[in-house]
């Protein structure tokens, strides 16, 4: 941990919101590079009082064109310089499966809850479902949180093929 004279924010949770998007680069030895992103925050309020919806508050951004490792090793020690953990925070990450993403480097501290999110979600449906009639149904599941109905239009889908 980072020896400060900084006042650290305490904090029992934690949101990590990662992705990437390739660059291009001005180098003649790499023409393109993947721009790791990460969003971190605690805590969210409403957008205005009646609203249903929410923007995050007292976020972080860190981002840069690294390897994963110096990524994580970057990010991290932004976190702790910023942050003081209780002694079992929840941490939990939203982000697509990319192996950068879903590795859990030794020096975080770690996740609690990993989730996909629906941009992804979507995408993966849809590569794997292409635009069958199956779609709809594998939405309806979901939406109805019903696992054995999501299995059953699944498996239907596998032996359709």
Do not use: C
């Amino acid at each position: 941990m980072p020896e400060s004279n900084k006042k650290r924010e305490e904090v029992d949770h934690l949101f990590m919101e990662l992705d990437d998007v390739d660059v291009s680069l001005q180098r003649k030895d790499k023409d393109r590079g993947e721009m790791k992103i990460g969003i971190f925050y605690h805590d969210w309020e409403k957008k205005h009082p009646m609203s249903d919806k929410f923007l995050v508050s007292d976020k972080r951004v860190f981002g840069g064109v690294f390897a994963s490792d110096v990524f994580w090793q970057e990010a991290t020690t932004n976190l702790y310089e910023n942050y003081h953990f209780d002694s079992n925070p929840i941490k939990y990450l939203n982000g697509d499966a990319a192996f950068w993403i879903v590795r859990e480097p030794e020096f975080m501290p770690s996740i609690t809850a990993w989730s996909l999110d629906d941009f992804h979600w979507n995408h993966k449906i849809i590569k794997l479902l292409g635009r069958s009639r199956y779609v709809p149904k594998v939405y309806q599941a979901i939406r109805a949180d019903d696992k054995e109905m999501l299995v059953q239009v699944l498996n239907k889908a596998k032996s359709d093929r």
